[in-house]
């Protein structure tokens, strides 16, 4: 078909050709004018111009047969390059052809060898995959498929630990001896291969080396001694592995996340300098020390339910997001020392049950340690809580530390229980601060504390005394219905706003020794039953202490100008007047 059209456009070339060629040539000679010439003279004229004129068309005719000739020759090479450009593409397609084909039938010699039962050939297949994926770089993800699908195969090391011996005066039984126990140490050296494989071209320090990939799937797989330093991970998927002996994960980095949901690390854990785009660490085990120094966690990082049997290590880490530590469980020494948590942080149901330690940590978000557990000692000395903190209903069995602490937003420690004692001395409550409910067994330290908003204390129990000497409160401070069951101590303490101590039972001695109440202070039906100092206590505004009783057998101490006069249905007790000659302090 494409000959023809060629046939025919190169007739119509040469028609053209013609045309053009002869349009300036006249079709008759020009006539003859008559003159002094003789007529046949004339005659002989007129023959030579039809003569040039028939050697014009014939010149013309010739040169447009040249011209055609011309465009044949055009033609014949344009089809001459059209056929040799077919035949390299065909000889291109077949190379590419056969090409693909040997890759193909060394991928499925290296995936058959993979199957074999030598460890041997299956190390060769390795390296065969290995070969394909370094020379072909758009087979490179291919490859890692197919490696990672061997790590996935079902494969439980065969334990070499020598069985328990027979209790004493046992018989051992009749018959042959027990088998041996075997290791499949061909299958271990095989995995093994193939880890260091994959270590070798995910880490980018080698750039001849590392392979572009966009996943990275070894779920339910078993993973022994991995060394992944310093590998970068476009996405990574370890849900229900077990790590067997060390993971080292140090300096690597996670660009689309990392997925270790309920996975298991029966050895250390080294995630040290490690980047995070997302974490999910949701249900892990780890049965060895867990490392995550200066690690950084650009998204979400969630820890929920996950179990530290030996210590956890935080130091120095940054949760860009969300950090989710629900129902997580502490065995062991836990640092959080210089946390930054950028997002929320989440602690609800958490159990700590050694040292806890989240010295000079900073909240930028909300800190919820709602229903916590510290078993141990909970340090939160230097930390900053910028968002709201939520310590509702934790129970502190260890001693508490939060000197020098600052809490911005408000702090809620409602039905608290600090069994060790707590040490809030130099914190900064620059909001509402709420401990109604608590209960301190323990030595409750407020020493020098500032409470610049509402302080709540109402119906809080303080057995082993309570130290308030020199604490700011700035706002209402409510300890109504609360019980001091130690020695309470609030002297030089200010009282800027009004405080309120109704119905509050002090059985320990009660030091008010220098305290200013610059608001309303209330004391109605208060009950001093240990000794009450409240010498140099400044009252610039209403005070009350209407039904307030004073046991009779202990020592107190008033300002001039105030006595005890005793109530006549109970001898024991007293009540509080001011003499005549002091006036009472004017209302505001």
Do not use: K
Not at 336 to 365: E, I, K, L, M, Y
Not at 442 to 466: C, I, K, N, P, R
């Amino acid at each position: 078909m494409i000959a023809v059209v060629a046939i025919g456009f190169i007739l119509v070339a040469i028609y053209v050709s013609y045309l053009i060629l002869a349009a300036p040539i006249p079709d008759t000679p020009p006539a003859t004018t008559e003159t002094s010439q003789s007529s046949q003279d004339a005659a002989s004229q007129d023959t030579d111009r039809e003569l040039a004129i028939a050697q014009m068309r014939a010149e013309a005719r010739r040169n447009a047969l040249a011209a055609g000739a011309g465009f044949v020759a055009i033609a014949g090479l344009i089809l001459a390059l059209r056929r040799q450009q077919h035949h390299e593409r065909s000889t291109a397609n077949t190379e590419d052809d056969a090409l693909q084909r040997r890759i193909t039938d060394a991928r499925i010699r290296a995936v058959e060898q993979l199957g074999s039962d030598n460890p041997a050939v299956r190390i060769g297949g390795l390296h065969n995959l290995e070969r394909i994926g370094q020379q072909h770089t758009d087979l490179r993800q291919v490859v890692l498929d197919e490696i990672c699908s061997y790590l996935r195969l079902p494969y439980t090391p065969t334990s070499t630990e020598p069985s328990a011996p027979l209790p004493a005066r046992q018989f051992e039984p009749v018959g042959p001896p027990p088998a041996e126990a075997t290791t499949d140490e061909g299958e271990r050296e095989v995995r093994l291969i193939a880890q260091e494989i994959m270590q070798r071209h995910l880490n980018p320090n080698r750039e001849d080396l590392y392979w572009e990939h966009s996943r990275l799937n070894l779920r339910n797989a078993r993973l022994d001694n991995l060394l992944f330093r310093g590998c970068h991970l476009t996405w990574a998927d370890f849900i229900n592995v077990t790590f067997g002996g060390g993971a080292d994960f140090g300096g690597a980095s996670f660009e689309g996340g990392a997925d270790f949901g309920g996975a298991s690390f029966e050895g250390g854990a080294d995630f040290r300098d490690v980047t995070f785009g997302g974490a999910d660490f949701g249900g892990v085990t780890f049965t060895s020390a867990a490392f995550f120094q200066s690690a950084t966690f650009t998204g979400g990082a969630d820890f929920w339910d996950v179990t530290f049997t030996s210590a956890a290590f935080f130091r120095d880490v940054t949760f860009g997001g969300g950090a989710d530590f629900r129902d997580a469980t502490f065995t062991s020494a836990t640092y959080f020392w210089d946390v930054t948590f950028g997002g929320g942080a989440d602690f609800r149901g958490a159990t700590f049950s050694a040292d806890a330690v989240f010295r000079g940590a900073t909240f930028t978000g909300d800190a919820d340690f709602w229903d916590v557990t510290f078993t141990g000692d909970a340090h939160f000395q230097l930390a900053s809580f910028e968002g709201g903190a939520n310590f509702r209903g934790s129970t502190f069995t260890g001693h508490t530390v939060l000197p020098g602490a600052t809490f911005t937003g408000d702090a809620h420690f409602p039905l608290a229980s600090f069994v060790g004692g707590a040490d809030f001395r130099d914190v900064t409550f620059a909001s509402l601060s709420v401990f109604r409910g608590a209960t301190f067994p323990g030595v409750a330290d407020f020493w020098d504390v500032t409470f610049s908003g509402d302080a709540h204390f109402q119906l809080a129990s303080f057995e082993g005394g309570a130290n308030f000497w020199g604490s700011t409160f700035t706002g209402h401070t409510v300890l109504q219905g609360a019980t001091f069951t130690g020695d309470a101590h609030f002297q030089l303490a200010s009282f800027e706003g009004g405080a309120n101590f109704w119905g509050s039972t002090f059985t320990g001695h009660t030091v008010l020794q220098g305290a200013t109440f610059t608001g309303d202070a209330h004391f109605q039906l208060a009950s001093f039953e240990g000794g009450a100092d409240f010498r140099d206590v400044t009252f610039d505004s209403i005070m009350v202490f209407r039904g307030a009783t004073f046991l009779e057998t202990v020592p107190h101490q008033f300002p001039d100008g105030w006595v005890l006069e005793p109530i006549p249905t109970d001898p024991r007790r007293s009540r509080l007047i001011r003499t005549a000659e002091t006036p009472p302090p004017a209302a505001p």
